[in-house]
């Protein structure tokens, strides 16, 4: 299949290229030292990871402890009543801890040991990828430090509590603002000095390369899986596919097992409160092209060129730029990006709590909402959704703020 000149056939061969480019976007905008770093990851990536003894360790890993595959779920109730189109979702709530997260920590852990690293390095803000991180590192009794804002961690209390059962230290940073950018530069320079011994894993398809290709390939189970599944369940492909995008992993996972088939493809970013710069964080919809956190991207930027703020009511989701795979796609027009609201995503929520009993997070409630408008307006077909995660963690959140609608 060929799109605006791209032969998806042979996609996953070119892009990223040899220095992590997909297009103009990518790239490792990074120090002398640190480059060094990642051409370490980067060799090794090559030689452990397409091993045939890393390949059966880490499905081994996936049937036996995440419990992979996770189901696909046809919601009956809810496509009833909207109209004719089936909708159905990508269970990775059902993935242990709750959400996609851990199949990219469980492969980036599992290299950290084939490398033969002591310690693996994070920095989150939600607290989401430091609990993956952290259960991951106890599966192969790793070392883990996860930095974190001191705003952060006042606010997410039950994740820090997680992390630390778990046998994680978690680092607290109090320079500038004390939230998810200060961590990532606290988690970096933690990373320079020590990566002899350590080895840093980031929580979505961003960063420096080979981090995007690295990320995609091992969240890209979920695409496969799912594309099988869906064909397996109902004889046929999906007519679209819908992911939420925050950094871009579980959309990226997904993804990559449609690109290449007709199959159309849609990422959802949060409008949050509306369409003025800092009440959103959509930002392929509304950003341009910069470099952050040591890639080149599509961002949302301020007045001086540095990340703008952003808001989400998913905090998985309020980053100001997304993986520089998306700012590709989005250019070349293969994936369509579109946003929804917080309100609306809210009542996706609520909507599939009640429709289906599946709770989902807010983060995933916003394709959920995508999905619920796009089989609105076709006719018939199918809808596949990634569900990224479960909505456990948002319960108190939504309680307090919204109430039982
Ligand atoms: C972290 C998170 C996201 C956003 O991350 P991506 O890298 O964009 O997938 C989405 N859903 C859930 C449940 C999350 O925890």
Known sequence: ??????????????????????????????????????????EAYFTICKSRKFISELRKIRKEFQGRPTPISHLERLSTKIGNVQLYVKREDLNHTGAHKLNHCMGEALL????????VIAETGAGQHGV???????????????????????????????????????????????????????????YSREYKDAIYCIGSVVGPHPFPMMVRDFQSVVGIEAREQFVEMTGELPDAVVACVGGGSNAMGMFSGFLNYPVDIYGIEPLGRGTALGDHAASLQYGEEGIMHGFNSIMLKDENGDPAPV??????????????????????????????????????????????????????????????????????????????GRGDKDMDYIIENYGIR
């Open 1 to 42: 299949m060929e799109f605006n000149g791209v032969n998806f056939d042979t996609y996953f061969k070119n892009y990223p290229n040899a220095e992590g480019y997909y297009g103009r976007y990518g790239g490792a905008y990074i120090s002398e030292e640190l480059k060094q770093a990642m051409e370490e990851i980067n």
């Open 311 to 388: 808001y989400s009511v998913a905090s998985g989701l309020d980053y100001p730029s997304s993986g520089p795979e998306h700012a590709f796609l989005h250019d070349l027009g293969r994936v369509k990006y579109d946003v929804v609201n917080d309100e609306e995503t809210i009542d996706a929520f609520f909507e599939l709590s009640r429709m289906e009993g599946i709770i989902p997070a807010i983060e995933s409630s916003h394709a959920v909402a995508y999905g619920i408008k796009l089989a609105k307006q076709m006719k018939k077909g199918s809808i596949l959704i990634c569900l990224s």
């Open 132 to 190: 993956a991180l952290a259960t991951a590192a106890a599966y192969f009794g790793l070392e883990c430090d996860i930095y974190m804002g001191s705003v952060d961690i006042k606010k997410q209390a039950p994740n820090v509590a997680r992390m630390k059962i778990l046998g994680a230290n978690v680092i607290e940073v109090t320079e500038g603002l004390a939230t998810l950018k200060e961590a990532v530069d606290a988690a970096f320079a933690a």
């Open 112 to 119: 950290a040991k084939y490398m033969g690293k002591k310690k």
